[in-house]
């Protein structure tokens, strides 16, 4: 009985991506004429894979390769489309040589550490094409950092006789797959790394990795709960829904869902602190639209925002930090009175405006090494109890406000992936197989042109040395891939920008509606991704 | 650059409901000649409308009627499809006579009080066809229930000479309309009242209702967003969801999600009552299915609940009630020490088993009339917290125990409804039109044989008086529709508890991904009604 629907999962199964027509066809890989630029602090930490050029792919007679032995790990939070990278580097390395084996690393990292895998094998694959989550070979979230850990890989990569290593993660991992690429290269152990961009939060990209895989299904998720919610507000005409959305050091999932739906406000983070703006400033906003949507007859209203909000506001910042390095380590059994008491005079304005139970989480809720979690403070309602407090001194207000608070996080990590990353990260697969095949180490796995038909994108591939920087961290330089943050002057804002206004009290709001796997909808890219490629 | 995407909202304005053969082709209504049973002090209450004949649909040579006028109101919290209903209503009368004009009351019953009113046109019909929420006109929570109200609503029907009148909402609303189908009867007025059956909860039906609309969609996007956190929780393997869902009275959302997605645990609400459970027994079952599903390896799950489940559980009852009606009532500022000692030795036992927080929101938290507001107690922190406690008990246990809450509320209410609550509420409007237009008064639309292709689906109109009951609420005897709780010797319950054990160690969890509006799925009836109908 429980099985006599159809089950969309089972359906999606049989879902056949595109490929696009360099990967259709027999090909090679040939390095590009262009070096880019890599910093030279970069260069001396790269000696032997800062050779920054990309990879570009040629026609060629048939598919053929040597029988490869690569291995695949995924590594962090689930994103959508990650098993169809590894479906597409399966296929890919089948095609080239039937004899090729994918090795799958366990629970991220650590089984690349600790030789822990599964050869993916033809039912593996089969059963996971299209399907949302890690856990055909589950992720994890270790660091390779340390020199023994460094010695148990290059043991695990010499046991395997790897070819081959893809690391499926952001810019952390990549990073990491940089690092790692180098070593081997110095060890002279012969296997390429190639990195692939994954990470829902859309802060791993540049000029050449256009998009990370998994943000344009997560933000379609979010949009879809975000115009649901909107059409209940404007149904009941009583609730103000405050949304919390995924998005630490990056807004740009809050802005594509900003673009989609069309909130009165959306907060980017990134605009709060460029533009130096105080808690007050913005709970000011928030109010002026409340009350001036108030005298246009309506109490509801949807209001959007980032996870990392909090600490992109420069005092918040700033206390924070004093907070941390400064007054906390002072005080035995710190209580609002005594911070108080400890701060300077700027802090302690911002520290006071502060509810009591978010000042009392600051001082009680800290890591293991004393520091504030900042994730734990919930951010929509901090802002709920501010503005409570604000229409309170609005005596123009008459308004009954009723707040409504929610986080939409986990929900959209790991559902059916769109068509869109289904096909990108089968593509991602394809490529990744093709750079190992062609003996490139250190290349991250990129395809182009992602707002043509998916027929005409282009595989590439890019040198990972060419995205980092050499950052100073804990007293040491660090090779770091910074994370792509929203810029203010670019489109996709820009559009933003120029709506938002109007936004505020008159609605615009768009119920987008589930994410569709059929029909005219079922292939539309993220707006921000269009609006950057127009 | 923003319009230039094909939009799903806009895309579902085309969509063509299939229309059941009794209403596609022209028809007359008929009393049926059964009579169904009333409860004498209903009859004594309905003298006038509790003729508990169905009405049936035969066969006609054309469609015809006069022009008619008639009202609608949406009530209480929106549901997927009103606007359908809306739109079945709107076609049904035009088809029978092109001069009948639809008045929709805005924001609700307190519209019909105040005559507050739309006149509904072609443009706003296909403006909002297929669409979510309730913002064609507003909806409203108003009770329909003084002696002026009653003289007010009369005033709105004989104004506006209305023939019919539509009540769109839930158990209350409906009885509601029984009450004014009596009222207007006695009164010699002239206006048949029809009930349309809406709740997300799927808390009104009967034998002849086989299910509320919105149900359908609702439980489809919980389940989504459900089986988007399992597939991220068997990716990450180290969280435990606690998932809060709808259904305050009745826990038929919770079953409909746990068929759907199969969680490693459920609780129905209902069954906590019946079997007399106590929060101690169920922290115990959970803490059992951590501990063996630690010993499988596995430091992740599922948990999924209604939100009326602290009310269920019996001795919470109790404690609430003595709470609310002995002891509050006698201490001027309660603190849990004195609220402990004034408690009996068995409230006070459950009393004291809570944890701090809620024990404080217990007190605190109260309504205007002092009593304590159950539906604030955020279910699944209480869950966490006397699960942690438990667990930190088990020394068989060594698991790191890592829960995250969720409440799945808002966000199901106003999306883009299913084809099955399309095309449902099409039929119900459709139906709606012909009752009025054949003068039956204090009908209930309903449309049977759901989970056959919609052609065959058969259209009736179900005495109101037939689902009543008198009860007696604050000293008087009121009439009440029963709110449909989850049967624990049905079909639908037996299927969960046949494999809900099953569940709990071996996952059998189910992506279900989102709802499509095309495609294999497109058309999957509830998993709950299809049991029933078995």
Same sequence: chains 1, 2.
């Avoid at 804990?474 to 203010?488: Q, T």
Wanted: aromatic content about 6%.
């Amino acid at each position: 009985m429980l099985s006599r629907l159809p089950s969309l999962d089972k359906v999606r199964l049989d879902y056949k991506c595109v490929i696009p027509k360099q990967l259709a066809i027999p090909h090679v890989t040939k390095r590009s004429t262009i070096t880019a630029s890599v910093a030279s602090d970069v260069a001396d930490k790269f000696p032997n894979t800062s050779n920054a050029k990309a990879v570009d792919f040629a026609a060629a007679d048939a598919f053929s390769g040597k029988a490869l032995r690569v291995g695949a790990v995924l590594s962090g939070g689930p994103a959508p489309g990650g098993h169809n990278v590894l479906c597409g580097l399966y296929d890919g390395l089948k095609k080239l040589n039937s004899d090729s084996t994918l090795y799958g690393f366990l629970s991220g990292p650590s089984g690349l550490v600790d030789n822990q895998y599964k050869v993916v094998d033809q039912a593996m694959v089969d059963a996971h094409r299209n399907q949302g989550g890690f856990d055909m070979l589950g992720s994890g979230r270790t660091k390779i950092e340390s020199a023994d850990q460094f010695e148990r890989v290059k043991k695990t990569v010499t046991e395997l006789k790897l070819d081959g290593l893809v690391v499926i993660g952001g810019d952390d991992s990549n990073t990491n797959a940089a690092v790692m690429a180098e070593w081997f290269a110095a060890q002279g152990v012969k296997v390429n790394v190639v990195g692939v961009p994954k990470t829902i939060d859309g802060d791993l990209k540049d000029k050449d990795i256009e998009i990370s895989f998994g943000f344009d299904t997560a933000t379609k998720l979010y949009s879809e709960l975000i115009g649901n919610v909107m059409r209940d507000a404007r149904s009941g005409r009583k609730y103000y829904h405050f949304i919390r959305l995924m998005g630490r050091a990056a807004s740009h999932v809050a802005l594509e869902c900003a673009l989609a739906t069309r909130p009165n406000i959306a907060l980017i983070a990134e605009e709060a602190f460029e533009e130096k703006m105080t808690l007050g400033q913005i709970i000011n906003h928030m109010a002026d639209v409340v009350v001036a949507r108030h005298k246009a007859g309506k109490n509801y209203g949807v209001i959007v925002f980032p996870e990392g909000l909090i600490e992109h506001i420069p005092r918040m910042h700033t206390l924070i930090d004093e907070l941390n390095n400064t007054v906390l380590p002072k005080l035995d059994t710190p209580t609002p009175a005594t911070v108080l008491k400890a701060l300077g005079p700027d802090t302690a304005e911002t520290f006071a405006m502060l509810p009591a139970d978010v000042q009392g989480q600051l001082l009680l809720d800290r890591d293991s090494h004393g520091n504030i979690q900042i994730s734990r403070i919930e951010t929509e309602k901090l802002l709920i109890s501010l503005l409570t407090a604000e229409l309170d001194h609005r005596t123009e207000y008459k308004g009954k406000f009723d707040p409504v608070s929610h986080f939409f996080g986990y929900e959209g990590r790991a559902g059916l992936p769109s068509n869109f990353d289904c096909t990108y990260c089968l593509a991602l697969g394809l490529t990744a197989a093709s750079l190992i095949n062609g003996g490139h180490n250190g290349c991250m796995a990129a395809v182009q042109g992602l707002t043509s038909p998916p027929e005409e994108w282009v595989p590439r591939g890019v040198p990972i040395t060419g995205m980092i920087n050499m950052e100073v961290r804990h007293g040491a330089a660090k090779p770091v891939i910074k994370k792509a943050l929203v810029e203010l002057g670019a489109r996709p804002f820009g559009l933003f920008k120029e709506h938002r206004d109007s936004w505020e009290v008159e609605d615009g709001y768009v119920c987008v509606g589930p994410l569709q796997f059929e029909g005219p909808c079922s292939m539309n890219p993220p707006i921000t991704l269009l609006a950057e490629q127009e």
